[in-house]
């Protein structure tokens, strides 16, 4: 286990060095200055070339990039060009912020998904299981966007019932400001968890061991909950696992809409002012967090298969 571990550890080292490049290039690509952002439209162009000097910016591309990855082999992400702080001190203070509004997602993406999937598998081809699919197909196909702008004009705007914006202070404040937001980032996982769950349920739900517990009197919840679900785990916490990691990274809509101050809304600012210290050091750490998450997930199999824990031991 622990070989495993540290061989896919070492593999987020090609996968930052590829990702940095990446966005570095295009960042580098993209209309606007730096310098003119910073300084404004009424800078002198001794001031902007002053500044350009001072960040950098005159150099080859190349020569950039070697010199930010050689401070990231430091500890070092840089500081803004925005505001002149520390890239990995705000990156830190961002992310709990994300993390809460991830995991409140992927709450209302479970309870809606695995239930629904549950009851779609057991009546297939009934109206509910066609109500399910219809539903699950637009929870995948309607962009986060305009979900949550919905969720806004009904709950925030005509009803008043949620705040729209921010994060409130406090954690009654917090809960009730979360609430749209979770429930907007989680209905598109949930269609693919329902999705995921239904499917995996039915390959489970004709096998000779679940006649054989129906025929020595199983209660039906327990052949459900005990014998089917279980048995159908591994394929729905894949589906967990990268929709949990697609929020971690992909909240950058829902967090512009709602005004969570998380790493979405940071690197989306951040892309804005062309800021790119900041907008790397959000890609870096997402993408080591989208490893560790995908990590964790591998281990969890360990633990719901031991077949899977025996190839784990073998460094496989």
């Not at 005509?158 to 409130?168: A, C, E, F, N, T």
Request: hydrophobic fraction near 55%; proline fraction near 4%; charged fraction near 15%.
């Amino acid at each position: 286990m622990h070989k495993y571990i540290i061989k896919r550890l070492l593999m987020l080292i090609p996968v930052i060095i590829g990702v940095t490049f990446i966005v570095f290039f295009i960042l580098n690509l993209s209309p606007g200055d730096p310098a003119a952002m910073i300084l404004g439209d009424q800078a002198t162009a001794e001031a902007l070339a002053m500044k350009r000097e001072e960040l950098g910016l005159n150099d080859p591309m190349l020569v950039r990039y070697a010199h930010y990855m050689g401070g990231l082999l430091h500890g070092d992400m840089g500081v803004s060009y925005k505001n002149s702080i520390s890239v990995w001190g705000q990156v830190v203070d961002r992310f709990p912020n994300t993390a809460i509004l991830a995991v409140a997602a992927i709450l209302v993406a479970l309870l809606i998904g695995i239930p629904t999937g549950i009851i779609s598998a057991k009546k297939q081809y009934s109206a509910m299981d066609n109500i399910s699919m219809v539903l699950a197909l637009i929870g995948v196909s309607m962009p986060v966007f305009w979900l949550g702008l919905l969720m806004v004009i009904l709950f925030a705007l005509k009803l008043g019932w949620l705040p729209s914006q921010g994060m409130g202070v406090g954690l009654g404040p917090m809960l009730k400001s979360l609430i749209l937001p979770a429930i907007t980032l989680g209905t598109s996982s949930a269609a693919v968890i329902t999705r995921m769950t239904r499917s995996s349920m039915l390959e489970v739900i004709r096998q000779d061991y679940i006649s054989t517990a129906r025929a020595k009197g199983v209660d039906e919840r327990t052949v459900t909950y005990r014998h089917m679900l279980k048995n159908a785990l591994i394929p729905i916490i894949t589906a967990v696992g990268l929709q949990f990691s697609h929020l971690l990274g992909g909240a950058m809509l829902t967090e512009t809409v709602f005004s969570w101050p998380g790493l979405g809304r940071l690197m989306v600012d951040s892309i804005k002012s062309k800021d790119i210290p900041m907008v790397l050091g959000c890609v870096i750490f997402l993408a080591v967090m989208f490893t560790v998450v995908n990590l964790i997930v591998d281990i969890i199999y360990a633990f719901v298969d031991p077949r899977i824990k025996s190839l784990y031991r073998r460094g496989k």
